[in-house]
């Protein structure tokens, strides 16, 4: 059974920073892209980032670029999201997923990842 699970969500003021974490279980970790996408109240899912399975690709919402990173360790079956300059449109619930293959256009556009996670709250105040 693959799990992802987020941690590291929560309040923070404007201009601060935060990371999150999503390990993950029940996969091969270091054979799956993973990325990062977020909702935010009464919007639709929204990408933010994505790595390739090694870790030498990544991808950037423009919203985001320049401000947040992503990053991964294999050997410890987690992906990074660290997050600076943030601000209050930032605030959303932060989803991990998987996917099996590094299709950029079909991850950062449709969203087709393979697992997901449950999502942990960031909220940045103003």
């Known amino acids: 059974q693959v799990q992802l699970v987020e941690s590291g969500g929560g309040l923070v003021q404007a201009g601060g920073s935060v990371r999150l974490s999503c390990a993950a279980s029940?996969?091969?970790?270091?054979?799956?892209?993973m990325g990062w996408v977020r909702q935010a109240p009464g919007k639709e899912r929204e990408f933010v980032a994505v790595?390739?399975?090694?870790?030498?690709?990544?991808f950037y919402a423009d919203s985001v670029k320049g401000r947040f990173t992503i990053s991964r360790d294999n050997s410890k079956n987690t992906v990074y999201l660290q997050m600076n300059s943030l601000k209050p449109e930032d605030t959303a619930v932060y989803y991990c997923?998987?996917?099996?293959?590094?299709?950029?256009?079909?991850?950062?556009?449709?969203?087709?990842?393979?697992?997901w996670g449950q999502g942990t709250q960031v909220t940045v105040s103003s």
């Open positions: 997923a998987a996917a099996r293959k590094y299709w950029v256009v079909e991850l950062t556009t449709k969203g087709k990842y393979d697992y």
């Open positions: 790595i390739n399975s090694g870790g030498a690709s990544t």
């Open positions: 029940g996969l091969t970790f270091s054979n799956y892209a």
